[in-house]
């Protein structure tokens, strides 16, 4: 079965905000003291998500308020923001910006005597706060014998609920300039719902069946089902996997999946599998469960570690106990992210919920073999000599450390455990990467530390943090969920992947400087396929050709055995 994920699926730039500025603001305090007004979001796995964070929904203004207030997405009508300030609390606005235009428009022609005709649901959120911005000259028409009942006005504007039908409120839109062409229309439609019904509309064509994932009470995910209906008979609207029990998938060829505004990315990754499931038969069940357990039981990982071992010594000319370096450097790597996995598992209850369930059944096992892994390879470095022994028994510690209080109360509330620096996930992954793989070995007799063994240091941690920040951009939802302030949470997506794609030119240029002085050997010339491969993922990622999953992760981290492959080549030819 073949899966097209609409690249429009999920979180719009508007709820996408509320929830980051929710989880931010709560995150900030130590103290749960903030509270939404009214539901954040129409979706009932982050509204349960937020509850079990301390985060209550107030729905009723009571008499005295205390702490912070969030206003949803949906914006609110301004005396209610008024009398939420009135009774004591400190609120911040997380309406949309979109939903501000519409309200700016609203405000300024209600000043000069204008009707409002608000075009869409009388009980939705939004249309309730835009009403409050025309005060008693606002009306609401959700169908067009509604707006033909309207009295005639003598100035009136025609605006959009911003979830809006597109074909509706063209519609509206011809009969008001046919009947009433004094009335100014404001198409308020929000593009990011109009690119979202077009994308579904056009795949639609092209598919047996269609999924829409989203909240019950999601207006603009009941609106992409009705607009995906228009090409497709069979249209599924469900709110998480439980949906889809009912629906015989395997009996389809070609599907697509689409979401609502308000439904998070790993709710769409979650179906995205459930409905691939029936379709692992065979040699295909087979290649998903090698990419599962490789991926997961952090095996890929280590085979990278030791591919780029191989690449580190190649780079530096030296081959002497180059077996021992790359077990250290594979050992190392898979028992410091496995034991991290282990204690991060709330994070990947959101990522990556089978992946966490995986680590809740096996933590004793998986707890067992990381111990004993990094044992044998503090044992081959002890065999080496006693300076790699102690280097590797500090990089354990502090890969161990990395998770655990370490500062005391007084010296910081917020920054206790290495983890809480903002970034230092990636930043220390790829230092210890860089440390074992092209240090730990310059460091050991007969070999030393030189130019090259910089050069290839530099180069083994760049590539390191690249792929690192990358899966740091697929895991933003559940790291801010659990307060994992990495790259892309502390500067975003769009500037992680232009940092990202920054690296990979200086590596470029890098591996041609110094492949041309002899800083490192030639290898370097061939190297260069790794900037151009990653910069193509990473590329075809964001032009939304490749939708987050095994298939995306064994693609990143290939790159890294890649590099280990030529390397063995270089080495054997
Ligand atoms: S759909 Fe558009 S207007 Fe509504 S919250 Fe999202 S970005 Fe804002």
């Keep these: 079965m073949k899966i097209v994920v609409a690249k429009t699926a999920g979180f719009c730039m508007g709820v996408r905000r509320a929830v980051e500025m929710v989880l931010d603001t709560s995150n900030e305090n130590s103290e749960p003291i903030i509270s939404t007004y009214g539901p954040l979001i129409h979706n009932p796995q982050v509204l349960s998500l937020l509850d079990e964070k301390g985060i209550p929904v107030i729905k009723e203004i009571p008499e005295k308020g205390s702490g912070t207030i969030l206003i949803r997405a949906h914006g609110v009508p301004p005396e209610t923001k008024e009398r939420l300030e009135k009774v004591g609390y400190v609120v911040k606005d997380a309406t949309c910006p979109r939903v501000i235009k519409v309200q700016s428009i609203i405000r300024k022609h209600t000043q000069k005597k204008f009707s409002t005709i608000i ?32 009295p005639k006005f003598e100035n009136a504007i025609v605006v959009a609920q911003t979830t ?4 509706f409120f063209q519609e509206i839109t011809e009969f008001v300039k046919k009947n009433n062409p004094d009335y100014k229309i404001f198409n308020t439609i929000c593009d990011s719902t109009e690119k979202r019904q077009n994308e579904i509309r056009n795949i639609a064509k092209s598919v047996d069946a269609i999924f ?20 497709c008979d069979n249209v599924y609207k469900i709110e998480d996997v439980d949906g889809l029990d009912s629906i015989e998938t395997d009996s389809f060829k070609k599907v697509a999946v689409t979401a609502g505004a308000s439904t998070p990315n790993w709710i769409i990754r ?58 250290i450097s594979s050992t190392y790597v898979f028992s410091m992210h496995l034991l ?24 004793k096992l998986l707890t067992l073999i990381a111990l004993i892994t990094g044992g044998t390879g503090i044992m081959v470095a002890a065999e080496i000599g006693k300076l790699p022994f102690y280097v590797i028994i500090g990089m354990s510690l502090t890969g161990l450390s990395y998770n655990f209080k370490l500062f005391p109360k007084f010296l910081s509330r917020k920054y206790r455990k290495i983890k809480d620096v903002p970034g230092s996930k ?42 690192t920040a990358f899966f740091d951009i697929l895991d933003m939802q559940g790291d801010r969920i659990v307060r994992k302030e990495t790259i892309p949470i502390l500067i975003g997506e769009e500037k992680t992947i232009s940092l990202i794609n920054r690296i990979l030119i200086a590596l470029f240029i890098v591996l041609i400087v110094s492949s041309i002085t002899g800083v490192i050997s030639k290898l370097g010339y061939v190297l260069l396929l790794y900037p151009v491969s990653m910069f193509s993922i990473i590329n075809i990622y964001k032009r939304g050709f490749v939708f987050p999953g095994y298939r995306l992760e064994i693609l990143i981290e290939s790159n890294l055995i890649l590099a280990g492959f030529i390397s063995l080549a270089w080495m054997l030819f």
């Design 119 to 150: 075009i869409g649901d009388s009980d939705h959120p939004e249309v309730i706060g835009l009403l409050g911005y025309a005060r008693e000259n606002g009306y609401i028409a959700s169908t067009m014998d509604e707006f033909k009942a309207l």
């Design 270 to 327: 979650r179906v995205c599998r459930e409905i691939e499931k029936p379709s692992y038969k065979g040699g295909r069940l087979f290649l998903i469960n090698l990419q599962r357990s490789l991926l997961w039981t952090n095996v890929y990982l280590a085979i990278a570690a030791g591919c780029l071992s191989l690449t580190s010594a190649t780079l530096q000319g030296f081959s002497h106990n180059i077996y021992s370096f790359i077990i």
């Design 340 to 363: 991290n996995h282990l204690t991060a598992i709330k994070a990947d209850q959101y990522n990556d919920p089978e992946r966490a369930a995986f680590f809740v059944k096996y933590k």
């Design 426 to 467: 990636t930043v220390l992954i790829s230092l210890a990467w860089g440390v074992v793989i092209s240090l730990l070995p310059a460091i050991s007799e007969p070999v030393s530390v030189d130019l090259g063994t910089l050069v290839t240091f530099l180069l083994i941690s760049l590539m390191v943090f690249n792929r």
């Design 164 to 167: 809006q039908s597109t074909e």
């Design 212 to 231: 829409v994932v989203g909240g019950k009470e999601s207006g603009n995910t009941q609106r992409l089902a009705e607009a995906a209906s228009l090409h």
